[in-house]
């Protein structure tokens, strides 16, 4: 495995680092000022024009739409390339969607691409590869345990030409964007079909009837405005059968697809956030005195920062394993590494930022710095595209599966699982 940067994602990654420098870091007071203005006026969920007016300046740089691989939409890039690009991005929260590379976006991207049909891609694909309208991915359900994405309720049933959906959902990341105009909706259209062909997803107009979005759920008090995670109900929806992806019974199979990129997405910016967190951590003690001497001098604070930069370096190397494997034996055949990656990165991140905050004193606790949000980020990331518990057995299974036999290991399955 050779992980050395290629020219062009060199030349990348200097453009990136220059934007944020010119761009993105100047910028995170007015980000957070402009939302609380909207909030204040009466609306948190409106777009904010920084983000839109970066847009235009990111475009005109040649980075956009870095994510998507294989594809003359995109930079053609390949996991393992995009790998550092995203750890760039992740180093502040809103930044990734001034590149349209940000989440649940980029993951509906790619399965509208790869699964769907040629007018979908007109009505929804493009419009989302130019940053013209947002999207969510509705999955997860309050009234089961989705952590096994087997219970999941939510029923789209056959209707003649149309598919009508019943259900009720939450934690759909982006679902409170006003752009956002489409969501991927995964339920079951064959409740008696064997348990993995139960679920199907269909595309699902935001603005459909029957569609009611109740209320923004919280991440430790951040509503994520004007992003949001929606509590979202459908009654009787209906909608053209022609927006069923891939096939009824097919929802585990796409959900396979999208999931795997998704997830290590997630832990390339959780390790730029743990970059950026350990360096407002050794900024912090060098500059504050405490017992006669700066507190980067206190044992405890070297050994914490020297554990936190092995422990940052050790999930960057097994990121970009898992994205050469990605790249090289498919998803399927990496799904050890997804599953391991997807352990290590929130738990990393979620104790350095801990760490971080704690050489902060109290001001840690506030948003006078990023360290609150982050933290918050970090650990709904230990649930998100699924839960550390899933993901070790799922590990735990392919190691015994090893000493059983090459055809016991094949039948292991990466969980399909987003909270």
Sequence with gaps: MNF?????????????LAFFDAHIYP???VFTAEVERNRQNGNAWLPTELIETLKQEARAAGLWNLFLPDSERGAGLTNLEYAPLCEIMGRVPWAPEVFNCNAPDTGNMETIERYGSDDNKREWLEPLLQGHIRSAFLMTEPEVASSDATNIQTRITRDGDHYVINGHKWWSSGAGDPRCKVYIVMGKTDPDAPRHQQQSMILVP????GITVHRPLTLYGYDDAPHGHMDISLDNVRVPAS??????????EIAQGRLGPGRIHHCM?????????????AKRTLQRVAFGKPIAEQTVTQERIAEARCMIEQARLL???????????????ARGEIA?????????ACQIIDWAIQAHGAAGLCDDFPLAYAYALARTLRFADGPDEVHRNAIAKLELARHLGRDAAARVDMPVTRS
């Design 206 to 209: 935001a603005d459909a009837a």
């Design 340 to 348: 391991m990656i997807k352990v290590v990165a929130p738990n990393m």
């Design 27 to 29: 910028n995170e007071a």
């Design 319 to 333: 990121t970009l394993k898992t994205a050469y494997m990605m790249d090289t034996v498919g998803n399927k055949g």
């Design 243 to 252: 927006n069923l992806l891939l096939g009824e019974g097919r929802g585990f």
């Design 4 to 16: 050395d940067y290629t020219p062009k994602v060199e030349a990348l990654r200097e453009k990136l």
């Design 269 to 281: 910016r959780l390790i730029g956030l743990a970059e950026r967190a350990i360096e407002l951590m």
